[in-house]
Protein backbone atom coordinates (compact mmCIF):
# COMPACT_ATOMS: atom_id res chain seq x y z
CA UNK A 1 0.00 0.00 0.00
CA UNK A 2 1.01 3.68 -0.96
CA UNK A 3 1.80 5.96 1.83
CA UNK A 4 1.08 9.19 2.30
CA UNK A 5 2.79 11.49 -0.85
CA UNK A 6 4.06 15.21 -0.51
CA UNK A 7 5.75 17.46 -2.75
CA UNK A 8 8.19 19.32 -2.44
CA UNK A 9 10.41 18.04 0.29
CA UNK A 10 11.91 21.25 0.93
CA UNK A 11 11.40 24.70 -0.20
CA UNK A 12 13.12 28.03 0.41
CA UNK A 13 11.25 31.40 -0.14
CA UNK A 14 11.87 34.75 0.72
CA UNK A 15 9.35 36.89 2.76
CA UNK A 16 5.80 38.20 1.56
CA UNK A 17 6.30 35.81 -1.79
CA UNK A 18 4.06 32.68 -1.94
CA UNK A 19 3.94 28.90 -1.78
CA UNK A 20 2.06 25.55 -1.85
CA UNK A 21 2.22 22.36 -0.85
CA UNK A 22 1.06 19.44 -2.19
CA UNK A 23 -0.80 16.53 -0.67
CA UNK A 24 -1.98 13.05 -1.96
CA UNK A 25 -3.53 10.94 0.66
CA UNK A 26 -3.54 6.83 1.25
CA UNK A 27 -6.82 5.68 -1.46
CA UNK A 28 -9.46 5.25 -0.03
CA UNK A 29 -8.41 7.48 3.17
CA UNK A 30 -11.53 9.83 4.22
CA UNK A 31 -9.84 12.21 6.14
CA UNK A 32 -7.04 14.52 5.47
CA UNK A 33 -5.05 16.67 7.97
CA UNK A 34 -2.54 19.44 7.22
CA UNK A 35 0.04 20.01 10.18
CA UNK A 36 2.13 22.75 11.01
CA UNK A 37 5.37 21.67 13.02
CA UNK A 38 7.97 24.31 14.36
CA UNK A 39 11.00 22.98 15.42
CA UNK A 40 11.11 21.87 18.93
CA UNK A 41 7.36 21.22 18.96
CA UNK A 42 4.85 18.89 18.17
CA UNK A 43 2.20 19.07 14.97
CA UNK A 44 0.08 21.60 15.30
CA UNK A 45 -3.43 21.29 13.13
CA UNK A 46 -3.87 23.46 10.67
CA UNK A 47 -7.06 22.48 8.53
CA UNK A 48 -8.77 19.02 8.75
CA UNK A 49 -10.80 17.67 5.88
CA UNK A 50 -13.57 15.12 5.34
CA UNK A 51 -13.71 13.92 2.12
CA UNK A 52 -13.92 17.42 0.34
CA UNK A 53 -15.43 19.13 3.22
CA UNK A 54 -13.61 21.19 5.80
CA UNK A 55 -14.09 20.03 9.24
CA UNK A 56 -12.06 22.16 11.50
CA UNK A 57 -9.93 25.10 10.37
CA UNK A 58 -10.56 27.11 13.62
CA UNK A 59 -6.15 27.44 13.72
CA UNK A 60 -6.05 28.15 10.39
CA UNK A 61 -4.39 31.82 9.72
CA UNK A 62 -6.95 32.17 6.98
CA UNK A 63 -5.53 35.80 6.49
CA UNK A 64 -2.10 33.93 4.61
CA UNK A 65 -3.33 30.27 5.04
CA UNK A 66 -5.90 28.50 2.82
CA UNK A 67 -6.46 24.95 1.52
CA UNK A 68 -8.57 22.69 -1.05
CA UNK A 69 -9.40 19.71 -1.39
CA UNK A 70 -10.84 19.16 -4.91
CA UNK A 71 -12.74 16.01 -5.67
CA UNK A 72 -12.28 14.58 -2.44
CA UNK A 73 -8.70 12.95 -2.92
CA UNK A 74 -5.71 15.46 -2.90
CA UNK A 75 -4.83 18.49 -1.33
CA UNK A 76 -3.37 21.87 -1.85
CA UNK A 77 -2.07 24.36 1.22
CA UNK A 78 -1.18 27.41 0.43
CA UNK A 79 0.40 30.24 2.02
CA UNK A 80 0.34 34.09 0.75
CA UNK A 81 2.19 36.08 1.65
CA UNK A 82 4.71 34.45 3.95
CA UNK A 83 5.99 35.51 6.80
CA UNK A 84 9.25 33.94 8.83
CA UNK A 85 7.42 32.89 11.39
CA UNK A 86 6.06 30.38 8.98
CA UNK A 87 9.22 28.47 8.84
CA UNK A 88 8.05 24.87 9.52
CA UNK A 89 7.73 21.34 8.55
CA UNK A 90 4.07 20.78 7.09
CA UNK A 91 2.87 17.64 7.66
CA UNK A 92 -0.09 16.03 5.83
CA UNK A 93 -1.64 13.10 7.24
CA UNK A 94 -4.56 10.84 5.95
CA UNK A 95 -7.24 8.53 8.52
CA UNK A 96 -9.64 5.87 7.43
CA UNK A 97 -12.38 5.84 9.36
CA UNK A 98 -13.00 2.75 11.55
CA UNK A 99 -15.74 2.10 14.46
CA UNK A 100 -12.51 2.03 17.19
CA UNK A 101 -10.02 4.82 16.60
CA UNK A 102 -9.29 7.09 14.06
CA UNK A 103 -5.36 6.17 13.08
CA UNK A 104 -3.18 8.88 10.62
CA UNK A 105 -0.78 7.87 8.80
CA UNK A 106 1.98 10.56 8.17
CA UNK A 107 3.54 12.15 5.02
CA UNK A 108 7.62 12.73 5.03
CA UNK A 109 6.53 16.23 5.29
CA UNK A 110 7.45 19.44 3.59
CA UNK A 111 10.22 21.48 4.98
CA UNK A 112 9.73 25.10 4.90
CA UNK A 113 12.16 27.97 5.26
CA UNK A 114 11.48 31.69 4.77
CA UNK A 115 13.90 34.15 4.49
CA UNK B 1 -9.95 21.75 26.30
CA UNK B 2 -8.32 18.55 25.04
CA UNK B 3 -4.55 18.32 25.47
CA UNK B 4 -1.45 16.43 26.19
CA UNK B 5 1.50 16.63 28.18
CA UNK B 6 4.86 15.04 28.01
CA UNK B 7 7.96 14.59 29.73
CA UNK B 8 10.77 17.35 28.37
CA UNK B 9 13.92 16.11 26.99
CA UNK B 10 16.22 15.54 25.99
CA UNK B 11 16.30 12.18 27.65
CA UNK B 12 20.16 10.59 27.17
CA UNK B 13 20.45 6.53 27.97
CA UNK B 14 23.03 4.15 27.20
CA UNK B 15 22.36 0.85 25.11
CA UNK B 16 20.02 -1.65 27.18
CA UNK B 17 18.72 0.85 29.86
CA UNK B 18 15.37 1.05 30.70
CA UNK B 19 12.96 3.75 29.41
CA UNK B 20 10.05 5.59 30.64
CA UNK B 21 8.94 8.86 28.96
CA UNK B 22 6.31 10.36 30.66
CA UNK B 23 2.34 11.22 28.84
CA UNK B 24 -0.49 12.76 31.09
CA UNK B 25 -3.77 13.95 28.91
CA UNK B 26 -6.62 15.75 29.58
CA UNK B 27 -9.83 15.02 27.52
CA UNK B 28 -13.61 15.68 27.78
CA UNK B 29 -14.67 12.57 26.22
CA UNK B 30 -13.26 8.86 26.35
CA UNK B 31 -9.85 9.42 24.02
CA UNK B 32 -7.79 6.89 22.21
CA UNK B 33 -3.75 7.15 23.08
CA UNK B 34 -1.28 6.67 20.73
CA UNK B 35 2.56 6.83 20.85
CA UNK B 36 4.36 8.23 17.69
CA UNK B 37 7.98 8.18 16.44
CA UNK B 38 9.60 10.42 14.05
CA UNK B 39 13.09 9.12 12.97
CA UNK B 40 15.50 11.82 11.76
CA UNK B 41 14.77 13.00 8.77
CA UNK B 42 11.36 11.27 8.22
CA UNK B 43 7.89 11.96 9.22
CA UNK B 44 5.78 10.58 12.17
CA UNK B 45 5.16 6.76 11.84
CA UNK B 46 2.38 5.09 14.83
CA UNK B 47 4.33 3.36 17.74
CA UNK B 48 1.33 1.78 19.27
CA UNK B 49 -2.10 2.38 20.16
CA UNK B 50 -4.78 1.62 22.95
CA UNK B 51 -8.33 2.94 22.32
CA UNK B 52 -9.96 2.23 26.25
CA UNK B 53 -9.38 2.45 29.66
CA UNK B 54 -6.65 -0.49 30.62
CA UNK B 55 -5.19 -1.65 27.26
CA UNK B 56 -2.18 -1.97 26.91
CA UNK B 57 -0.42 -1.19 23.73
CA UNK B 58 2.82 -2.67 22.59
CA UNK B 59 4.80 -2.71 19.38
CA UNK B 60 8.91 -3.25 18.88
CA UNK B 61 9.72 -3.91 22.45
CA UNK B 62 7.47 -0.37 23.24
CA UNK B 63 4.57 -0.73 25.75
CA UNK B 64 2.10 1.60 27.22
CA UNK B 65 -0.92 1.30 28.97
CA UNK B 66 -4.40 3.20 29.32
CA UNK B 67 -4.37 3.92 32.59
CA UNK B 68 -8.04 6.40 33.26
CA UNK B 69 -7.53 6.78 37.20
CA UNK B 70 -4.35 8.77 36.64
CA UNK B 71 -4.76 9.56 32.76
CA UNK B 72 -1.34 9.26 31.63
CA UNK B 73 -0.05 7.24 28.79
CA UNK B 74 3.62 6.21 30.02
CA UNK B 75 6.03 4.59 27.14
CA UNK B 76 8.52 1.92 28.23
CA UNK B 77 10.94 -0.27 26.84
CA UNK B 78 12.96 -2.85 28.93
CA UNK B 79 16.33 -2.23 26.63
CA UNK B 80 16.60 -0.02 24.70
CA UNK B 81 18.87 0.56 21.63
CA UNK B 82 20.38 2.85 19.45
CA UNK B 83 18.75 2.63 16.94
CA UNK B 84 15.45 3.62 19.05
CA UNK B 85 17.02 7.12 19.07
CA UNK B 86 14.26 9.38 17.82
CA UNK B 87 11.36 12.12 18.91
CA UNK B 88 8.68 10.13 20.48
CA UNK B 89 5.40 12.55 20.78
CA UNK B 90 2.02 11.33 23.14
CA UNK B 91 -1.14 12.18 21.20
CA UNK B 92 -4.89 11.60 21.95
CA UNK B 93 -8.34 11.45 19.46
CA UNK B 94 -11.23 12.34 20.28
CA UNK B 95 -13.64 9.70 18.61
CA UNK B 96 -16.64 11.71 17.68
CA UNK B 97 -15.07 14.52 16.59
CA UNK B 98 -11.78 12.72 15.04
CA UNK B 99 -9.50 15.37 16.19
CA UNK B 100 -5.88 14.77 17.20
CA UNK B 101 -3.90 16.52 20.02
CA UNK B 102 0.46 16.09 20.16
CA UNK B 103 2.66 16.63 23.14
CA UNK B 104 5.51 18.47 22.26
CA UNK B 105 7.67 15.60 21.72
CA UNK B 106 10.67 13.85 23.29
CA UNK B 107 13.81 13.44 22.04
CA UNK B 108 15.64 10.21 23.11
CA UNK B 109 19.69 9.75 22.44
CA UNK B 110 20.62 6.27 23.21
CA UNK B 111 24.36 5.65 23.25
CA UNK B 112 25.97 2.54 22.38
Known amino acids: EAGVAQSPRYKIIEKRQSVAFWCNPISGHATLYWYQQILGQGPKLLIQFQNNGVVDDSQLPKDRFSAERLKGVDSTLKIQPAKLEDSAVYLCASSLESSSSYEQYFGPGTRLTVT | GDSVTQM ?103 KP
Open chain 2, 8 to 110: EGPVTLSEEAFLTINCTYTATGYPSLFWYVQYPGEGLQLLLKATKADDKGSNKGFEATYRKETTSFHLEKGSVQVSDSAVYFCALSVFNFNKFYFGSGTKLNV
